[in-house]
């Protein structure tokens, strides 16, 4: 094999005295936001603060939330018929509205997820749909058994925990029906 120096598998490397013009130079990467997925989180005119993940789910057990105000039931919310709720005060969007004014118009989201376990009889994986709560980066925050959730994080929530959004007095039990019957 005959090889010179400055070419590569028979062809010759540029050199100003072969062509004349150098080489087109080439388009460097724009990796900014474009905002050409925008479009997919508009809903009714209302840019949404939260995409559904892939493990979104719709719950096979019915869950509800009892609304207490002042130690009364105040509300039931039956919270089994889609695999995400939106809570806030923006009526076009919310799912479930918040009308306290301590609470953000997209202010927090009830997720199921499919979680996947091991601890099956033969350490195989075990599926389960549970409830998450996800708080949007609320002004004020959202409250699970009265300690802050972390914001932009997915915390499972467990039947009988109670949640609070902003500074709003009203509290959501969460149970399922069975557990409901119990009581």
């Keep these: 094999m005959n090889r010179t120096f ?18 087109p130079e080439r388009e460097v990467p724009n990796y900014e936001q474009s905002g050409a ?20 789910r719709k ?6 939330f009892y609304v207490f105000k002042d130690g009364d039931i105040a509300d039931t919310l039956t919270l089994d018929q889609q695999p995400t709720y939106l809570f806030g005060r923006d009526r076009t ?15 927090a989201v009830l997720q199921y997820r499919l979680v996947v376990e091991e601890g099956g009889m033969f350490g195989e994986p075990v599926d389960r749909i549970a409830p998450f709560i996800y708080d949007l980066g609320s002004a004020n925050g959202t409250q699970l058994n009265g300690e802050k959730v972390p914001v932009r994080e997915y915390v499972e929530l467990k039947e009988k925990d109670m949640v609070t959004f902003g500074l709003s007095s009203r509290e959501y039990l969460l149970l399922t029906d069975e557990e409901a019957k119990e009581l």
């Excluded at 997925?37 to 979104?56: C, F, I, R, T, W």
């Excluded at 719950?59 to 509800?64: D, F, G, I, L």
Aim: charged share 20%; with cysteine.
């Design 37 to 56: 997925l925008m479009g997919d989180k508009l809903y009714k005119g209302v840019s949404l603060q939260y995409a559904e993940p892939p493990e979104a």
């Design 6 to 23: 400055g070419s590569s598998w028979g062809r010759k490397s540029w050199s100003p005295s072969s062509t004349g013009s150098p080489p």
């Design 93 to 107: 969007v919310a799912d479930v509205p918040l009308d306290h004014p301590s609470c953000s118009k997209q202010h």
């Design 59 to 64: 719950p096979e057990k019915s869950y509800r």
